[in-house]
């Protein structure tokens, strides 16, 4: 008994040590666990969506999408750079539909390659 719970120890340290190819870097492959939203957002009739990020790590937003209408357009995100901690966004859209009161998603493209849904509320 004393064996098997030895050679199970050693192969749990040595199968922590073996490489795994994934096609990232460790940093890439925990990328989409480090920005986050905090809560959800709110979009205006104005196509002015204020939105706040959790972020662990120094990225930009280059665009961002209206789930379900392809004709609203991304036209900025102010401040784009995410800081480490918590990031007050405003995302700004053109093209915006009448919609109804409700929740929607937003993706928001990150320059690390990842993408994020944040649920707001339109009222």
């Given amino acids: 008994p004393v064996v098997s719970i030895v050679g199970w120890l050693l192969v749990y340290i040595e199968a922590d040590s073996v490489p795994v190819k994934t096609g990232l870097n460790p940093q890439q492959g925990q990328a989409n666990l ?9 979009l205006g009739r ?29 036209v900025s995100a102010v401040p784009s ?9 405003r995302i700004t859209f053109s093209n915006l539909p009448p919609l109804n009161p ?22």
């Fill in 34 to 42: 480090q920005v986050y939203p905090e809560g959800n957002g709110v």
């Fill in 46 to 74: 104005d196509g002015v969506a204020q939105v706040v990020l959790m972020s662990n790590v120094y990225a930009q937003v280059i665009g961002a999408s209206l789930n379900g209408f392809p004709s609203v357009t991304f």
């Fill in 81 to 89: 750079q995410l800081n480490l901690g918590r990031n007050a966004v």
């Fill in 102 to 123: 409700g929740l929607y998603y937003i993706t928001v493209n990150l320059s690390n390659g990842t993408s994020i849904n944040v649920l707001v509320y339109y009222s």
